[in-house]
T-cell receptor, first 112, second 113 residues
Framework: DAGITQSPRHKVTETGTPVTLRCHQT?????MYWYRQDPGHGLRLIHY???????DKGEVSDGYSVSRSKTEDFLLTLESATSSQTSVYFC???????????FGPGTRLTVT | GEDVEQSLFLSVREGDSSVINCTYT??????LYWYKQEPGAGLQLLTY?????DMKQDQRLTVLLNKKDKHLSLRIADTQTGDSAIYFC?????????????FGTGTRLTIIP
């Protein structure tokens, strides 16, 4: 998985609790992304980062925030988890000179 | 805006060729991708093609692009059981760089022994 790890790999949480997912890369790639995967929707972009402390929203950003204080780490936070955020979350990385995105193994999040 | 569509399911006999189809709507310069997802795993980039190309071949994989119809296909020759997976078509606009990949819903390929 191109030097990308995600933690945790599985999480079950209750509605209303905060949750943080971590993406860690060892490739020193500048761009990082968070997607969610849901049946019938493919993958949809939540947020992305084009450098340390530089982030922007994707198409489904409501209810999510991100932070990137180091090149290698990109955090996704659900401030108050809802059942609609039950999904599989994927992190991806890429370089500005390349049009190739590489994906991590995913985190399965269940909000009860 | 961009919209990428795929059929949801495809069943193919082992040894036959698989053809997975995708249509896209954006008419600007784009890169078009095929990703493979095995059960419980992330997405693996298989191949990609720029929108000014007609075809790209890589071992058992052939990508064909019909720009007029905005139709992209992935042909897998001599399909094997290890090819069982979900295949995603995706698109990105060149002028957006890397910020925005738009994915199709994925096609689940099942191999019949």
């Amino acid at each position: 998985d191109a030097g990308i790890t995600q933690s945790p790999r599985h999480k079950v949480t209750e509605t209303g609790t905060p949750v943080t997912l971590r993406c860690h890369q060892t490739e020193n790639h500048r761009y990082m992304y968070w997607y969610r995967q849901d049946p019938g929707h493919g993958l949809r972009l939540i947020h992305y980062s084009y450098g340390v402390k530089d982030t922007d929203k994707g198409e489904v950003s409501d209810g999510y925030s991100v932070s990137r204080s180091k090149t290698e780490d990109f955090l996704l936070t659900l401030e108050s988890a809802t059942s609609s955020q039950t999904s599989v979350y994927f992190c991806a990385i890429s370089e500005p000179t390349s049009y190739e995105q590489y994906f991590g193994p995913g985190t399965r999040l269940t909000v009860t | 805006g961009e919209d990428v569509e795929q059929s949801l399911f495809l069943s193919v006999r082992e040894g036959d060729s698989s053809v997975i189809n995708c249509t896209y709507t954006d008419s600007s310069s784009t890169y078009l991708y095929w990703y493979k997802q095995e059960p419980g795993a992330g997405l693996q980039l298989l191949t990609y093609i720029f929108s000014n190309m007609d075809m790209k071949q890589d071992q058992r994989l052939t990508v064909l692009l019909n720009k007029k119809d905005k139709h992209l296909s992935l042909r897998i020759a001599d399909t094997q059981t290890g090819d069982s997976a979900i295949y995603f078509c995706a698109e990105t606009l060149v002028n957006f760089g890397n910020e925005k990949l738009t994915f199709g819903t994925g096609t689940r390929l099942t191999i019949i022994p």
